[in-house]
């Protein structure tokens, strides 16, 4: 079985520690992470901002550069929104890269999602007993993807503690380019979302989705709220690392 | 009202500093979302409903010349007299000449969204002719020279403080009065409107083809009022408030007012078929049928915006989505707000005045979800996002920047070494591992109300090389 990570652009550039954690532990659960570096970005800042024909170039880019693998996993919703649902959406009227396009978003998985579906686990061995988790329902994982029970059955079985903010599938204004197009309406979404979490009095804040957190994060630093914000899998690594 | 669709931008600054705005919109917009979602648990078909009342509505469009003709033809044998007008313009010159004609002196409203599009009010005001909003909300926004910022609240971006004040100004309510005795004092003033009133003019929420009825969802009685009281009933209409059939009717009273208030069902139900007949007590003696186009047919013809016809209504993707609930409807900039307004703005008045709208969404698919009618609303924001950069609306810088980005992600060495650059460069601008101000572009943009963790020296890829032998 070959698996490919794709890293996703903001964590190989902003975040790297979140790329070095998906492969320490896809490896703790014995898979061989190979990691193709022609990969850039899936293109999603351009899509949203409505240039088409941008997109479709990066597209087939990263559709050719995962073409070998059997999966591609990512630690984001988001990028893998975009491949698993508007790649194919995009190529509708040319037949032959549509194909190509279904294939890839076939086998493109997020990451909790490939570990509870395809390796089929849900305990990791991680221990994150008596800690207590918020987690954000990112909108495209959420809504593209379904993703809802996979990174909570992880967190679960390593012994964390959820507590559901109850805005936790209210979006936290990040969107891409539309944080930076309509700043103040963006970052009054970030408080929002904060709020919701400083309610559940959760310790730990946590998603899918870096681009969110970054968001969430950067909006409570300025406004000295102090919580710590942290990916799903970092924190499942950090977990493994705790040990049982 | 100024339509200032152009200007979104600037309109949602200062509603994000109106602090009464901010708390009328918290309250408001969350009792929505909390009964939209109690009423919706409470069916267990609402899937099956939303999908019947979607493809209902989207073959209605798809056949709209032909379901058009038999309801004008079903109106016309009931002796209704029926209008067209392709733009506010010529609507507004058949009602005002309809009612000079007829020697109407006052004119009682109920809720009509498309009155509000083509600004029938101060069409009536200009030739002498007095019109009283009957609905309790508009009520309030005409009592304060203002203008509706939401499909199914008119006045959701005023706090009850605020109107307990107005109606102490201008009705001489006591100053401390209770929403119950703000209501008596209007219900007075409405109540001689109704009495006295020579012409009743409402909307429609639907028309049915096969019956030539005008059907009427609401929950204060003042429709029932206005339609049944004056003598003359006119009803003004959009194009595509057609539905076939009357066994197709249950179903969308079934997720009308589940989605739009959240309750099971609506206090009144009124079904209006032709005027007045020698056996019925009461009713209006004339009937008026008005179908406005203005810009529909426009959406019509498209047949990728064609779903957003569809539309009932109900405002459930205003409530849901985050921007509007930050922002209220007026920063939009006319009559239709949110996600739905942001999808039908571009279609009925141009994307050059309009392409703000469609950007003023972080795409979280939430409007897309709760539509009763399956209006695909996030395909159709990003598809005039498309049409925008087609039609060179967009900045030239974030041309440039997305052309020069797209170059470099499709050439892997360049896109490492400009992002290492890049990398490099913002170290200088780091303090405590953060960076809180800058001059450069976007970055400024994001620095304005949040911090920005400064990147890692070394990126994953990077990184990669020592982890790649590690195991």
């Not at chain 1, 293109?43 to 990263?62: D, F, M, S, V």
């Not at chain 2, 079903?74 to 058949?94: M, P, R, Y």
């Not at chain 2, 039908?344 to 950007?359: A, E």
Request: hydrophobic share 40%; with cysteine; net charge neutral.
């Amino acid at each position: 079985m070959r698996v490919a990570l794709f890293v996703t652009c903001l964590a190989d550039q902003l975040f790297p520690s979140l790329g070095v954690a998906s492969v320490k532990l896809l490896r703790h659960l014995g898979v061989d992470i190979e990691f193709p570096e022609g990969q850039t970005c899936c293109g999603q800042p351009a899509y949203n901002a409505g240039y088409l024909a941008e997109t479709k170039e990066i597209a087939e880019h990263h559709i050719g550069l995962f073409k070998d693998y059997d999966y591609v996993v990512l630690p984001s919703g988001s990028c893998g929104a975009m491949v698993k649902t508007h790649y194919p959406e995009m190529f509708r009227e040319s037949a032959k890269i549509y194909g190509k396009s279904k294939d890839l978003a076939n086998r493109t998985y997020e990451l909790t999602s490939f570990i509870t579906e395809v390796l089929d686990k849900k305990d990791i061995g991680a221990n994150l007993k008596d800690k207590r988790v918020s987690y954000h329902d990112s909108c495209h994982a959420l809504r593209y993807m379904n993703i809802k029970e996979s990174p909570r059955i992880l967190l679960r079985a390593a012994g964390a503690k959820i507590i559901e903010a109850n805005n936790s599938e209210v979006c936290c204004g990040f969107g891409g380019l539309f944080s930076v197009k309509m700043p103040e309406i963006s970052a009054a979404m970030a408080r929002a979302k904060t709020e919701g979490v400083l309610e559940t009095k959760a310790d730990i804040l946590t998603s899918v989705d870096g681009a969110c957190l970054m968001n969430i994060a950067g909006s409570m630093r300025r406004e000295n709220v102090n919580i710590e914000v942290k990916h799903v899998v970092e924190l499942l690594w950090e977990g493994v690392q705790n040990g049982n | 009202m100024e339509i200032s669709t152009h200007d979104f931008k600037n309109n949602a600054k200062k509603a994000l500093k109106d602090k009464n705005l901010q708390i009328a919109m918290k309250r408001a917009t969350k009792t929505f979302v909390a009964k939209r979602e109690k009423a919706i648990s409470s069916l267990d078909n609402f899937e099956e409903l939303r999908s019947y009342c979607g493809a209902v509505k989207a073959h209605t469009i798809e056949h709209l010349d032909y379901y058009l003709e038999e309801f004008i033809s079903n109106l016309e044998n009931l002796g209704v007299n029926v209008h067209f007008a392709a733009d506010g313009e010529e609507a507004n010159k058949i009602v005002t000449q309809l009612a000079l004609e007829k020697n109407v002196k006052t004119v009682v409203k109920a809720k009509s969204m498309v009155t509000e599009e083509i600004l029938l009010n101060d069409a009536l005001e200009a030739v002498g002719v007095e019109a009283l909003e009957t609905d309790l909300g508009e009520y309030i926004l005409q009592l304060d020279g203002d203008f509706p910022s939401h499909i199914i609240g008119p006045a959701m971006h005023k706090t009850k403080e605020q109107i307990t004040k107005l109606f102490h100004e201008k009705l001489g309510s006591k100053e401390d009065a209770s929403i119950i005795e703000l209501t008596a004092v209007a219900r007075k003033v409405l109540r001689k409107g109704f009495l006295k009133a020579d012409m009743g003019i409402s909307g429609a929420n639907f028309a049915v083809a096969e019956t030539g009825s005008i059907v009427l969802v609401e929950n204060e009685g003042n429709i029932r009022l206005t339609t049944s009281l004056p003598k003359i009933h006119l009803t003004v209409m959009g194009l595509e408030k057609i539905i076939p059939r009357l066994k197709d009717l249950p179903a969308f009273l079934t997720i009308l007012p589940r989605s739009a208030t959240g309750q099971k069902a609506s206090s009144y139900v009124s079904l209006i078929t032709g005027p007045k007949k020698e056996t019925d007590p009461d009713g209006p003696e004339e009937q008026h049928v008005l179908i406005i186009d203005n810009g529909r047919s426009n959406i019509l013809a498209d047949p990728k915006l064609r779903d957003a016809l569809r539309c009932i209504r109900c405002g459930a993707c205003l409530n849901i989505c985050p921007v509007y609930q930050n922002v209220g409807g007026h920063a939009y900039g006319w009559v239709y707000p949110g996600p739905i307004g942001s999808v039908l703005d571009p279609g009925l008045l141009g994307l050059d005045s309009t392409h703000q709208l469609p950007q003023a969404c972080s795409l979280c698919g939430a409007c897309g979800e709760v539509c009763p009618v399956k209006i695909p609303l996030p395909e159709l924001l990003l598809e005039h996002r498309q049409r925008a950069v087609k039609q060179g609306l967009s900045a030239k810088a974030e041309k440039i920047g997305i052309g020069a980005f797209a170059f470099m992600a499709t050439h892997p060495k360049l896109w490492n070494s400009a992002t290492k650059i890049g990398r490099l460069g913002s170290q200088f601008l780091s303090r405590e591992g953060h960076i809180k101000g800058s001059k450069i572009p976007v970055m400024k943009e994001w620095l304005k109300e949040r911090d920005f963790k400064t990147p890692a020296q070394k990126s994953f890829r990077e990184q990669w090389r020592n982890l790649k032998d590690e195991k």
